[in-house]
């Protein structure tokens, strides 16, 4: 049960920069790499207001908008400068590593041990004595199913549908006299808001910042946006948001099983290399699959 526990709480957390990135990578089909960088822009950021006094939901909100910040920054540097979207993301991502230490003080790490979090204060601190143990895992949980609905419900309004869009047909969008560079760096900004957000309540729980903690942040999250889809891409019902959440919980799960089965460390970044391969070719696998499929109905 503690390990079910643990990878449900790590899943929710990294599942909101999973949205995020199924902002960029499914829906503007933006292969954005700043993600390493806004990740630990999002726990720097909370750990300073945190030592500072600042409340802990408020150091999640500051979090989102530097991360939504360092987003824009990408967006700009793609549509405005002309910048392909791979070097403008390494870009930005590059410059994250000095700005994140700034922000730090010039330290690699930056704990704020018994200080007030969103898991020890406020809600967390009156739930019940029987389920305060769950307060990790109810919180997460909660964060990233208000992260979903929230998504969702943007993405059913004008400006949603016109940001789906542009990943699709820039063209379209243009006829409609709405400029594509605009939502490109829209989206851009959510996608990275999102994984800042995720950034910062990670570092809640473990009450602490890295600025190496970005390190392979995108691998994982594009591993699970494509484990999601490709496992629950026939079942109808359910939201890209929702697959990119349950894809973090079993990517997570794959990388905890492999721990327990006596994998040293020095491997996990390999296995996450490994997990992202095979995810990708299964998805090319199934796409090959379903075109054959039309191809042999049509003929």
Not at 87 to 109: C, E, K, P, R, Y
Not at 123 to 141: E, N, Q
Not at 168 to 188: C, E, Q, W
Not at 212 to 237: E, N, P, Q, W, Y
């Amino acid at each position: 049960m503690g390990l079910i526990k643990n990878v449900l709480e790590e899943g929710f957390i990294y599942g909101i920069m999973a949205m995020g990135v199924t902002v960029s990578y499914s829906i503007l089909k933006f292969p954005d790499l700043s993600v390493d960088g806004t990740f630990p822009l999002g726990a720097c950021i909370t750990a300073v207001l945190i030592l500072a006094g600042v409340n802990p939901w408020l150091a999640c909100a500051a979090a989102f908008l530097c991360g939504a910040a360092a987003g824009c920054v990408t967006g700009l540097l793609h549509v405005k400068l002309r910048i392909t979207d791979l070097l403008s993301g390494i870009l930005v991502m590059t410059a994250m590593w000095s700005v994140n230490l700034v922000i730090t003080g010039g330290s690699a790490v930056k704990p704020f041990y018994n200080m007030p979090t969103i898991f020890n204060s406020g809600i967390a601190s009156m739930l019940p004595k029987g389920i305060y143990t769950y307060r990790i895992l109810i919180i997460a949980f909660v964060a990233a199913l208000v992260v979903k609905l929230l998504l969702d419900r943007y993405l059913r309004t004008k400006s949603g549908l016109i940001l789906q869009a542009t990943g699709d047909n820039t063209r379209f969008v243009t006829s409609l006299a709405i400029n594509p560079g605009r939502m490109k760096i829209l989206g851009l900004a959510i996608g990275n808001g999102l994984t800042a957000l995720s950034g910062s309540i990670l570092a809640q729980q473990g009450e602490y910042a890295n600025i190496s903690s970005g390190t392979g942040m995108v691998v994982m999250g594009l591993a699970s946006v494509i484990i999601g889809t490709s496992l629950l891409k026939r079942v109808s019902f359910l939201k890209l948001t929702t697959m990119a959440v349950l894809g973090s919980i079993a990517y997570k799960a794959c990388l905890v099983a492999a721990m327990k089965l006596g994998l040293p460390t020095n491997y996990l970044k390999l296995l996450m290399a490994v997990l992202l391969t095979v995810a990708l070719v299964s998805n090319g696998v199934l796409k090959r699959g379903k075109e054959a499929q039309l191809d042999e109905s049509i003929g």
